[in-house]
């Protein structure tokens, strides 16, 4: 069954929903009559609860409960949040100090939960907050995310959470010994805050002694398991619902606080209770992105090629361990840590810090963006320092195309590429020969142009397998359940195309069912770019399942052997018979004959390996020496995703990973002044970036099929996040080096590069 050349551009359906304002989101979604939750959170970074009564709060109008951490443990939850720890490079475990649900006894960063009111308005919830006496005697604050400092968790002394390392420290330290040259590059990699556009939110109720809760996430399964084992309740008992999410990004697929109290506060009270967060909140509670200090240090032989790599990063985790805080800078890192060249001496260190801010966890990459950002930023300086064009040394390093399946230095089996082709296609799309002409230009009249490149690789996440759920319906239309979760991307669309191509039934009868706990028994959800190829490999399963459970059935209507039966063009034929059914045909026989057992087909499938989807993103900037301000004025991306279902859809997850990218190098900060209060928790200080900050982006897909699925896909959802970063860094640094400037960390805003571009005046220029 090879129908997968039907790559189709299919505009979103889910669009007509979402454009007409009658998406249906968290809050849209409460019920009548649901109480309003209010955080008390802490307005100091670090410090000792001295104080914490609730009793006039408890008394004010409208307030119908008041909970603290003491409250929650009395009623017998277990109030330690899980993390995914990793193990340090002695052999040793990382620090698992504990992350309560409320803040017990001390508080440890700006905006950590310390009580939650429940009330039957937001306003008398919020008002009988402010009425809770909370004392905090304060402790000093660390901010910066090195050793020492004051302690934050006695678990960790130096306020080292980890020191993790990967590869072969002996191999590199040689590679280095013997290298002709050796490069060496500071990296900052600047804290971000996430904000999608729906906040975090989410409502429970309990009806016949089971919790439905719905929630903004990535995957409903997860946070089933976790509200069973907090409160202490069944897992059949919890109902898990997700309606339309206005963006995860990493950021909502994990747990937070506020869910198991809502969930606690609707079984205490007996009525639906609704939390959801304000701008200002959710930009100090949510899970930030990176925020990590790399030195990268690559050795090169004399004909320039890359013979050993190493990389020490230092990791800023926030105050506590978030639920994946601890893997993505270690593991998930070092997945795609040497990228797309041929080097096999690697080793990378990494260290995870305290600090007395908001908790950092994955976004939209999880570990894959840092990785390359880091590799491609020192790429370009060796290219520099070794007087080789970047894109020639990056042509020189690339694993050869035909040296695949290709075993990475950290263990990743790269089924197949062919860098060098979509390097080539990139440089005649990107008009890089008429860069030299453009720079020129600008040059006459003042500006300072630069042009960047990445070439990325990242590897799909995640769980290998998933199910899909086939069901036929009286009305002649057909449901799919399905176990990701759309956070926006298009899934609706792309599943009920693919179904399509498969069976032949229309897509517009076809209804993609997703995020119920009780509809679908288990998923892997959304995240780690694996949502397609997981879900459209279920599908296939499904598919084949489906036909070959009909085929039997279909022979005896027709009157042949099964074994003359095939399903073509969409109908089942046979020779010696005029019927030709279709699916839904085939399906309303059945439903006439009691076949009850071909109305459903469900299968789990289990992906045989990992694909990698890659590619090469060049960014123009053109810099303004007299203000500092950073114009992103050309941008190209060749990628290779393998297969497409939806060339169209697999651009916009381009164009917005692109922005993602692209607003950390030039819009997006994080600032904390010295004492830890954030300065950037609202739209008028923290910089998203704005349509006229985002050129038109230009999209190639230049595919190699994966031999990895039988799809031939590579997934699309994180790469444009992943090739932004350093496509755009190494551009502002070309342009900013022909004025002096030789450290340019993002991000690249009029102010900070005005900076660069004063304190590099007296260096020597090239
Ligand atoms: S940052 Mo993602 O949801 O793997």
């Known amino acids: ?119 039957d308005t937001p306003e008398q919830a919020r008002d009988a907050a402010e009425a809770i006496l909370l004392q905090i005697d304060d402790l000093p604050v660390k901010l910066d995310p090195v050793a020492g400092g004051p302690v934050i968790h006695v678990e960790a002394p130096e ?22 040259r050796v490069v060496a590059l500071d990296i900052e990699d600047n804290r971000i805050i996430v904000n999608a556009m729906e906040p975090r939110a989410c409502h429970a109720s309990w009806e016949d002694g089971r919790l439905h809760f719905v929630f903004g996430g990535q995957n ?33 697929a ?63 985790l ?16 070092s997945r795609v840590l040497m990228g797309c060249y041929d080097v096999q001496a690697v080793w990378m260190r990494a260290e995870g810090f305290y600090t007395n801010t908001t908790q950092v966890d994955a976004y939209r990459g999880a570990g894959r963006p840092e990785a390359i950002y880091v590799l491609e930023r020192a790429m370009d300086r060796a290219a520099r320092e070794l007087g080789i064009d970047p894109w ?70 995640g769980d290998p397998a998933e199910g899909a759920k086939v069901e036929f319906h009286e009305d002649g239309s057909v449901s799919i359940y399905v ?90 034929r046979a020779t010696g018979t005029n019927l030709a059914p279709t699916l839904l045909d085939a399906a309303e026989m059945a439903r006439a004959d009691g076949r009850v057992d071909l109305l459903q087909h469900e299968a789990r499938a289990t992906l045989p390996a990992r694909s990698f989807p890659n590619g090469a993103h060049v960014a123009e900037v053109v810099v303004d020496p007299e203000t500092g301000s950073v114009k992103v004025e050309r941008y190209t991306v060749v990628d290779d995703f393998g297969n497409l279902i939806n060339p169209l859809l697999a651009e916009g997850q381009v164009h917005g990973g692109v922005a993602q990218g692209l607003g950390q190098a030039i819009t997006e900060r994080v600032v904390f002044d010295e004492d830890g209060q954030i300065l950037t928790a609202s739209f008028m200080d923290y910089a998203m970036p704005r349509a006229a900050d985002v050129p038109m ?11 990895a699925n039988p799809m031939g896909m590579k997934g699309c959802g994180e790469a444009g996040t992943v090739g932004s970063m350093a496509a755009v860094a190494n551009a502002v640094q070309d342009a900013l080096w022909q004025a002096g400037v030789r450290q340019a960390d993002m991000p690249f805003t009029p102010n900070r590069v005005w900076d660069m571009l004063r304190h590099a005046s007296d260096a020597p220029r090239q």
Not at 58 to 64: L, N, P, S, T, Y
Not at 399 to 414: K, M
Not at 697 to 707: C, D, N, Q, W
Request: hydrophobic residues 40%; charged residues 25%.
């Open 1 to 119: 069954m090879q129908k997968f050349g039907k790559s189709q551009p299919v505009t979103r359906v889910e669009d007509v929903r979402f454009l007409l304002g009658s998406g249906r989101y968290v809050d849209d979604t409460a019920p009548a009559g649901a109480l309003h939750a209010h955080v008390l959170r802490s307005q100091v970074a670090h410090g000792e609860i001295v104080d914490l009564d609730v009793s006039a709060a408890r008394e004010m109008d409208g307030v119908h409960l008041v909970l603290t951490l003491h409250d929650l443990e009395a009623a017998g939850l277990d109030v330690a949040m899980d993390a995914t720890l990793v193990s340090n490079r002695d052999g040793s475990e990382a620090a698992a100090p504990e992350r309560p649900i409320l803040a017990r006894d001390r508080v440890r960063f700006v905006g950590e939960p310390v009580a939650v009111v429940i009330a």
């Open 392 to 461: 020639e040394l990056r042509r020189r390093n690339f694993i050869p195309a035909d040296r695949f399946p290709y075993q990475s230095a950290t263990g990743e089996t790269y089924d197949v590429g062919d860098f060098r082709k979509v390097l080539d296609r990139a440089a005649a799309e990107a008009d890089h020969e008429g860069f030299a002409t453009r720079r020129s230009a600008d040059a006459a009249r003042g500006l300072l142009r630069g042009q960047g490149l990445c070439y990325y690789i990242e590897s799909i996440l």
């Open 159 to 180: 306020n080292r959470a980890f020191d993790w390392a990967m590869g072969d420290d002996a191999a590199t330290e040689a590679a280095f010994k013997s290298a002709a």
């Open 220 to 252: 409903v399964w997860g946070i089933k398991d976790r509200l069973a084992r907090a409160l202490g309740v069944e897992r059949e008992r919890v109902h898990v619902r997700i309606p339309d999410v206005g963006g995860g990004f990493g950021m909502k």
């Open 697 to 707: 982006i230009a999209f190639h897909s230049e595919p190699v099929p994966s031999t």
């Open 483 to 572: 176990g990701t979760q759309s956070n926006g991307q298009g899934h609706e669309t792309v599943y009920a195309q693919f179904l399509s191509d498969q069976t032949g039934i229309p897509a517009d009868m076809i209804h993609v069912v997703q995020g119920d706990s009780d509809l679908i028994a288990q998923g892997g959800g959304t995240g780690g770019s694996r949502s397609v190829t997981t879900q459209t490999h279920a599908t296939l399963v499904t598919v084949d399942k489906m036909i070959a459970a009909f085929t039997p059935y279909v022979a005896d209507k027709m009157g042949v052997d099964p074994e003359t039966v095939n399903f073509e063009d969409a109908t089942f």
């Open 254 to 316: 994990m747990a937070y606080p506020e869910y198991y109290v809502v969930a606690h506060a609707a079984r205490v009270l007996g009525t639906p209770v609704r939390w959801i967060s304000d701008r200002s909140e959710a930009m100090l509670s949510d899970n930030a992105g990176r925020d990590l200090t790399s030195r990268a240090e690559l050795a090169f032989d004399e004909s320039g090629h890359i013979i050993g790599y190493r990389v020490h990063s230092r990791v800023n």
């Open 318 to 333: 926030g105050a506590y361990n978030s639920q994946m805080g601890q893997p993505i800078q270690t593991q998930l890192f």
